[in-house]
């Protein structure tokens, strides 16, 4: 069970972006994050008439070690660890450190 997954609200901790925030767009299973607008590089793409693609200099997104981030809390505006709770049903949920609060419902 994964402390970060799809759709989760992260803060970049360290490289070029350090300090901005995202949305986890996918996880990738070598240990590595796509963040949406976060380590953007550009690419040098060749045409090919046959696919119907255009040549030139294009923008994308390119994955972050999952060390990188940290989740996003928004009460109290500062990333946060994250811990796992047993209910008494025996079903396990994500909680932030700092307020014991529940991230999934």
Do not use: C, W, Y
Not at 61 to 81: C, G, M, Q
């Amino acid at each position: 069970m994964n402390k970060i997954r799809k759709g989760d609200k992260v803060f970049i901790n360290s490289g070029k972006d350090k300090g901005k925030d995202g949305i986890v767009s996918s996880i990738l299973a070598n240990g590595k994050v796509l963040v949406e607008g976060i380590n953007m590089v550009k690419k040098h793409v060749s045409p090919n008439p046959n696919l119907g693609i255009q040549g030139g200099i294009v923008s994308q997104e390119r994955p972050l070690d999952i060390s990188n981030v940290a989740i996003f809390n928004s009460k109290t505006n500062k990333a946060d660890k994250v811990v796992f709770k047993t209910l008494k049903d025996g079903k396990k949920i994500r909680v932030f450190k700092s307020n014991d609060e529940a991230i999934d419902v």
